[in-house]
């Protein structure tokens, strides 16, 4: 069945772009059907990418700060006097017509990562491509000093209790990867949703985690003033045997629930939230997160971002 | 005494601070007078009368020109106190008075602390939308 979404998914926009050649062929003068205005108001929704891309050779500066769980209430001011708060700051570079590379580093486990998003298909207002679709990469370093790695032991055994073996460090354990595909459509000029797939690969994890994990994404804005919406982010880690290492799931993903406010202008996008992930980096949301939205385990954030023309 | 002394404090710091806002006030200069290339006196609003391209104009207004013009375009936006040149009134029926090339070019080419749009509002009818919204401003 999800095989069957994704299909639809994926090829009904090419059936609108077919039917749209067709309609080209009739003697009236071909209408230039344009990509709809603002599907977005920032390259960011929260914790994921969105569909829009600024024009070719704009810079863009992030900055994205989470602070710590709400959980400890008035003691540490609702978390914003937290010791757990995380950090990315990062550039963004529109290279050619909606592709977009980037790098950022992050304080948690001194991330250093490469991106790409590619807008594949934009939207457009009379309809004759319903949804934009969107791909994006994130390649991660983990920067930590090898101290931590040679400090962890792996037990390679079956059985439990045999003795850990030492560890080796290979400095290739250090990387992983996220790919994700999203399809959004603005609705109306108020409502703007996207849903989205990922697949999130570490090459070292510990040994109650798997290595993979795949997600499903939802994300939206709701536009209440010409600059001010309410944007929301759901992102689920799948529980999918086929893919799974472990027997049973001891130490499963959280899903990451955001819910802000986005303020926009020209060149400024900014956006508060109070949302679950501690994680800053998606594959790091995917396969880490261990905080739960139904138990305090939300934190405010804020992303904001700046962009320069050349 | 005590208190008619803070009474006094109260009244010079407040008299202070309206003394020092029409200091900045008349540190802003007036815009000189623009230098219009030809090509844009002379350039047709194709959208001109688009009744359905003012919602248009009100939303890019309030994303790229509110921050400085301020709502209703008098020059009062947030950001316009910081800025050496007062951004103009554009109520005023002499700025109203100009074709729609000149303000096009006025509002998207720039000059000085008027930056240029032309690489962030990419399409010619959203630029024309802004400026169906500035006529509704008279």
């Known amino acids: ?310 | 005494m005590k208190g008619k002394n803070l009474w006094v404090l109260v009244a010079l710091v407040f008299f202070g601070a309206a003394a020092m806002s029409f200091m900045v006030s008349q540190d802003q200069k007036k815009g000189a007078p623009w230098n219009i290339p030809a090509e844009y006196k002379s350039m047709k609003n194709p959208h001109a009368g688009k009744a359905d391209l003012v919602p248009v104009g009100k939303m890019l207004w309030a994303k790229h020109c509110k921050s400085c013009h301020g709502n209703m375009g008098l020059g009062d936006g947030p950001k316009a106190a910081s800025l050496k040149t007062h951004p103009g009134n554009f109520k005023d029926a002499a700025f109203q008075a100009q074709s729609d090339g000149v303000i096009y070019y006025q509002s998207f080419v720039g000059r000085d602390e008027m930056p240029n749009f032309e690489k962030k509002i990419l399409e010619a009818e959203d630029r024309w939308a802004i400026v169906n919204f500035i006529r509704t401003m008279k």
């Not at chain 1, 795949?214 to 804005?221: D, F, K, P, Q, S």
Request: hydrophobic fraction near 40%.
């Open chain 1, 1 to 310: 069945m999800k095989k069957i979404i994704i299909f639809l998914l994926l090829v009904l926009p090419f059936c609108a772009i077919v039917m749209a050649q067709d309609e080209t062929t009739e003697p009236e003068a071909p209408v230039r059907d344009r990509p709809v205005r603002s599907p977005w108001e920032s390259g960011y929704l929260i914790d994921n990418p969105t569909s829009l891309i600024p024009v070719k050779n704009t810079l863009e500066f992030v900055i994205q700060h989470k602070f710590g769980t709400i959980e400890n209430g008035r003691s540490d001011l609702w978390g914003l006097y937290a010791a757990g708060s995380n950090i990315r700051l990062g550039l963004n570079y529109v290279l050619f017509k909606n592709f977009q590379v980037g790098w950022g580093i992050t304080k948690k486990n001194m991330y250093n990562d490469f991106s790409a998003r590619w807008t594949l298909l934009e939207q457009t207002r009379a309809n004759r491509v319903p949804v934009s679709v969107t791909l994006y990469g994130v390649m991660a370093i983990d920067g930590r000093s090898q101290e931590y790695y040679d400090g962890m032991r792996y037990n390679h055994s079956s059985d439990p209790y045999h003795p850990l073996t030492t560890y080796s460090y290979r400095p290739g354990q250090r990387l992983s990867y996220f790919s994700q595909l999203l399809i959004g459509r603005k609705f109306s000029e108020r409502l703007s949703l996207q849903a989205g797939a990922s697949f999130t690969h570490y090459n070292l994890v510990a040994r109650t985690g798997d290595h993979d994990k795949i997600g499903a994404h939802l994300g939206g804005r709701f536009k209440f003033s010409p600059q001010s919406s309410l944007i929301f982010n759901y992102d689920v880690p799948l529980k999918i045997k086929n893919i799974s290492e472990q027997r049973e799931w001891i130490a499963h993903p959280k899903e990451n629930l955001a819910l802000g406010l986005e303020v926009s202008t020209s060149t400024h996008a900014f956006q508060i939230y109070l949302g679950t992930a501690d994680g800053i980096i998606p594959q790091d949301q995917m396969l880490f997160n261990q905080n739960d939205w139904k138990d305090k385990g939300l934190a405010v954030g804020f992303v904001i971002t700046r962009l320069w023309n050349f």
